[in-house]
């Protein structure tokens, strides 16, 4: 059933072309599929296909940040039916993302959020330039289960460091989980400063993260 | 005639900067720091402040290139000047700022800390190939209210050159300044002969941060020359056209040159950069890609145009140990600088992106711009004949009869550049003998040579002390009790 629709939906977010992605999702509503079959069958299909390609070096960023926004496109006509039917995509995990205070860098970030989105994760991204007490006030507020913590500058990836001393004071950890990324972090800086992980890429952050919520 | 790059067509460069000045009024400029926008508000530019979006016409511009001198110098711890920005001239320093330094032994890349940069910076001082020094890496061992000062203070201590500097904080731009008025021996001879120059970087796209706008304005009142950096990244943070990050750069360019000479008009201010395309596998910057070079030579080609300084970060690798891909991106990037007549060219000795320094590089390196700097010099006339003058009745038709002419012996130094013995011209069996090295075992070598060769400058006693006092101030408040080099250093007292 709707085997032709799903492969559409999934073709559709392999090629990133959102405007056909959001009315896929729309046909799929006036065809009474559940929402969430669309999803699982068709959409996820096709952002899991373009993150292994990414993964093998076949696909570029441009591809999957495109693909990741047409995903978010869908999910966000599909969403209000799931919550008329009151069910709700299986919710990885909440996430908080900012880029550190004093970086005004947020490529890497913005893709890690599209990536995390995608994968059905809610990311609350607080943008760049955000000092430790913003994120972590954000963090208790909506109750995230990670924080994600972006730097770029040489200069400015120790105050990832402040993030998690501040968390470890407060005894938020390991309540809260801390990713940390950017250009000059290295598996060394994120054990050095205690963080939980790090990744090179944001196909690795969503590993990574889903491995934090124990959603392997 | 000296070989050049040109990169752009003549009718390319007014298109360039024609939509330059079309960015600045739509989207306009980001700007974070209120008195720059006060500024560019007063001189008529339209001012968004819930957004601190600033719309710049083009004759606030036009009138702030007007003021920007073409040519200046920077100097010596003797005051005399030996780097010259402006028109075509081409000199290198070392890339600055990197967080970690190559251990040759290991090939780990291991947080830098004092002693490696006093290492590099015993290193680069005798390599003539080095025009100044840079403050080529952030040392960890101090607390980072003191980072970007720190690394000033040990280059003012081991060297004597000219400085490629720049502050992280608007708190700390004074007191760089500052620490070098002491050297200069006040704040006005300080404007006279500015012993270093400020990287000073606008955030892509199209973002002047609080800091960055304010260092524009500090050094601008100080007389101390900044240089752009502005770093379009094309294909995320600029146009995915080469040309399009060419005409983003102009803008961020254009709008700091605005605030800088609104600040004080006549400041000295470069057109520089350190541009990259952007890699759509790993998120990178790629630093050694030619495309790289090719937005540094046109960016450049467009400063010059605007008779303006120029400056670019080349000649560097995203390799992590020297190896061959770090050779030939760093020695073509050179070579594309030199070739593009770039005022001041940085990155030697950098690995990985800009972020690991290595004085095995430093030495490597520069053999390369040894060479970039020998092909811009371009073939020569140094006879009357070509040629024919060279036949007289020594010549018996054998391979040697050159050699013993004395124009030989007069000019064989002009016309060939003669390399360190990081450079392998041996036989076979000379190389076999000296234990088969390869160029970076020969790196090293030389580098145990320099270190063994280095003999600390001679600097004012009394200046020394006021600096270490001023320093070990700003550290106490940081929360040290003594700094790291005073220990060290040759001229401790």
């Known amino acids: ?216 | 005639m000296r070989p050049k790059l040109t990169l752009l067509s003549e009718d390319l460069i007014p298109r360039i900067i024609e939509e330059a000045y079309q960015i600045l009024l739509k989207p306009g400029i980001k700007v974070l720091n209120a008195e720059a926008r006060k500024l560019l508000a007063e001189a008529g530019a339209q001012v968004d402040e819930a957004t601190f979006v600033v719309k710049i016409p083009k004759q606030i511009v036009e009138t702030a290139l007007r003021t920007v001198p073409p040519t200046f110098h920077i100097y010596d711890y003797e005051g005399n000047p030996k780097v010259e920005y402006g028109g075509d001239t081409v000199q290198f320093d070392p890339g600055s700022s990197g967080v970690a330094v190559l251990d040759p032994d290991t090939f780990e890349h291991k947080t830098a800390e004092t002693p490696d940069l006093i290492r590099l910076i015993k290193v680069a001082e005798q390599i003539p190939q080095y025009d100044a020094q840079s403050t080529m890496v952030v040392c960890d061992d101090v607390p980072k209210d003191l980072h970007d000062l720190y690394r000033l203070y040990l280059v003012m201590l081991y060297s004597k050159k000219p400085i490629v500097t720049g502050a992280f904080t608007n708190k700390t731009v004074h007191a760089m300044i500052e620490m070098l008025a002491i050297f200069a021996g006040g704040r006005e001879q300080l404007r006279e002969k500015p012993r270093a120059v400020f990287d000073v970087c606008p955030s892509p796209p199209l973002i002047w941060s609080n800091f960055g706008a304010g260092n524009l304005i500090a050094l601008a009142r100080a007389g101390v020359p900044a240089e752009i950096v502005s770093m379009p990244l094309a294909g995320a943070a600029a146009p995915v056209t080469l040309l399009g990050a060419v005409t983003q750069h102009a803008a961020e360019c254009l709008s700091g040159i605005a605030i800088h000479q609104l600040a004080q008009p006549g400041a000295p201010i470069v057109w520089g950069g350190a541009p990259a395309i952007f890699d759509m596998r790993k998120g990178g910057t790629p630093m050694g890609a030619v495309e790289t070079a090719m937005i540094d030579s046109s960016y450049a080609q467009v400063g010059k145009s605007l008779g303006l300084p120029t400056h670019a970060y080349l000649g560097t690798t995203e390799s992590k140990i020297l190896d061959m891909q770090a050779g030939l991106e760093s020695g073509m990037g050179a070579l594309i600088g030199a070739l593009s007549g770039i005022n001041m060219i940085s990155g030697a000795g950098m690995l990985d992106s800009l972020l690991c320094q290595s004085a095995e590089k430093l030495v490597i390196d520069a053999e390369g711009i040894a060479m970039a700097k020998r092909m811009i010099e371009g073939m020569k006339v140094h006879t009357e004949t070509l040629a024919t003058g060279f036949y007289d009745n020594e010549i018996n038709f054998k391979g040697g009869d050159f050699l013993k002419q004395k124009i030989t012996m007069k000019l064989f130094k002009k016309e060939q550049h003669i390399p360190s013995s990081v450079i392998d011209r041996d036989s076979i069996r000379v190389w076999k003998e000296a234990g088969r090295l390869d160029t970076f075992g020969r790196a090293k070598l030389r580098v145990k040579e320099l270190l063994a060769s280095y003999t600390p400058p001679k600097l004012d006693p009394a200046k020394v002390e006021r600096l270490h006092a001023f320093v070990l101030d700003l550290a106490r408040k940081a929360g040290m009790s003594t700094l790291p080099a005073h220990d060290l250093s040759p001229v401790a007292g």
Not at chain 1, 43 to 70: C, H, Q, S, T
Request: proline content about 3%; overall charge negative; glycine content about 10%.
């Open chain 1, 1 to 216: 059933m709707h085997e032709e629709l799903y492969k559409q939906m999934a073709q559709s977010i392999i090629d990133g072309e959102k405007e056909t992605a959001i009315e896929l999702a729309q046909k799929s509503i006036e065809l009474g599929i559940p929402p969430l079959d669309a999803i699982t069958n068709g959409f996820v299909v096709g952002v899991n296909y373009i993150g292994d390609l990414f993964g093998k070096g076949e696909a570029f960023l441009p591809e999957l940040v495109m693909a990741g926004e047409a995903m978010k496109a869908a999910v966000a006509v599909l969403e209000p039916e799931l919550l008329k039917l009151g069910e709700a995509r299986e919710m990885m995990g909440r996430v908080v993302l900012a880029t550190v205070e004093g970086d005004i860098h947020e490529i890497g970030k913005t893709l890690v959020g599209t990536m995390l989105s995608a994968a059905g994760f809610e990311v609350t991204d607080l943008g760049v330039d955000q000092p430790a007490e913003k994120i972590i006030g954000k963090a208790l507020e909506i109750n995230a289960q990670i924080i994600g913590l972006s730097a770029l500058l040489t200069t400015t990836m120790v105050r990832q460091r402040e993030v998690i001393e501040e968390l470890d004071k407060e005894g938020l950890r390991p309540r809260i989980k801390v990713m940390v990324g950017g250009a000059p972090i290295t598996r060394e800086w994120a054990e050095k400063i205690k963080a939980d992980g790090t990744s090179e890429d944001a196909v690795g952050a969503v590993q990574l993260a889903k491995k934090l919520v124990g959603k392997e």
